[in-house]
């Protein structure tokens, strides 16, 4: 009886032109933030998010070298939220904090096309070990590390302690990892996944340790 009385009152308010009253309204919730999203510059450029981790209470992403930056780059979602700004940059990875908690909630899993990986540690695999590549368009592509501490080339400039892998990678990678261990952030690679081809990463524990930031897992 009441709900019907609540619909006849709204529908007298319209036929006579008065405002109905305003319903109240609940606070949205913040959206998870985590390994696998997109990240862009105010200039739009372009990274994917590898891993979450935290210094403290002060949440951080693990991201790509695409949204590598001057210190303060501010960093924003793909519907134009914002993020927060970089910390840290180099020409194979770049550190954000997150400034806006409002938003954004940190979480500690990788969100890929098949499901959220979750993220247990950070052990690192040994050379020949087992390692997968997780990616937005290729899916999960796996195979084994091949080289450490690696020195690799580009026009920019050069990047040295990188892994090798013989994974191929194209454009949509995420994070390496090997089971629920976090391995490191994709930088680049040669050939193709039609032909076979070669990957680097940047290991994670190297980051962590120069940030002076614990992984988040979960």
Sequence with gaps: MQRLLAVLT??????????????ASTPTAPAPIGGGSLLFTSSGARCTAAFAARSGSTGYLIAGPGC???FATLIYSGNNVLVGQVTGSTLG??????TNTIDWQLVGWITTSAGPVHISGSAETSVGGAVCLLSRTTGTRCGTVVAKNQTISYPEGVIYGVTRT??????????FVSGSQAQGVPI????????????FF????????AYGLALLTG
């Excluded at 990875?93 to 997150?98: A, H, L, Q, T």
């Design 10 to 23: 709204v529908l007298l308010a319209c036929l006579l032109g008065l405002p109905a009253a305003a319903s």
């Design 68 to 70: 590598s930056g001057s």
């Design 93 to 98: 990875y770049s550190v954000i904090r997150v």
């Design 166 to 175: 013989n994974i191929c990678m194209e454009p949509g990678a995420i994070a």
């Design 188 to 199: 680049g690679g040669s050939g193709s996944c039609s032909s076979g081809g070669t990957s």
């Design 202 to 209: 940047q290991p994670i524990r190297g980051i962590l340790s």
